[in-house]
């Protein structure tokens, strides 16, 4: 048994280290004494460096992981092939969504924009009102166009 089992042992036995890491550690030697009764050296020092692997920093035995499976050169091709192609569409996509909300934007403003001008024409009947129902020829042109953006604008927002 190598020093630092030793010393361990001999502190759990006399109860100056008493932790569960201690105890898993001595029964894991029990075993190992057990399993390889009259081994060699190379024997133990390959069960010392295997528990010395397994009992990390916090105590815990780690079960050893299962190896991975190997990875050919078609598989890595194969897996960037279908990278590049995804990485292809999500860039298509980013294209159009830019393009969406470009026509979304002009939407907006131009949505606000008609709402002022049918804002301000309401706010020009109001104040020339009496101007046009005097029929004043002075004001004629005005109301004819404040009719025509009324008619042209007001359908263009209704319809849609």
């Not at 078609?74 to 996509?93: C, F, G, I, T």
């Amino acid at each position: 048994m190598s020093d630092f089992l030793e010393n361990l042992k001999n502190a759990a036995d006399n109860g100056t280290f008493n932790s569960e890491a201690a105890k898993k550690i001595l029964e894991i030697n029990e075993l190992a004494d057990k399993k390889l009764g009259a081994g060699t050296p190379a024997d133990l020092e390959k069960l010392q460096e295997s528990l010395d692997k397994r009992v990390e920093g916090n105590g815990e035995i780690k079960e050893p992981k299962e190896q991975a499976a190997a990875i050919t050169k078609e598989d890595v091709e194969e897996l960037n092939s279908r990278y590049e192609l995804k990485m292809a569409d999500l860039k298509k996509q980013d294209a159009v969504n830019i393009q969406v909300a470009t026509l979304i934007e002009f939407d907006d403003i131009i949505t606000a924009t008609v709402g002022d001008l049918l804002s301000f024409t309401a706010d020009l009947k109001e104040k020339f009102g009496e101007e046009f129902e005097k029929k004043n020829p002075m004001f004629a042109d005005l109301l004819g166009k404040i009719n025509e953006m009324n008619m042209k604008y007001n359908n263009s927002i209704i319809n849609n």
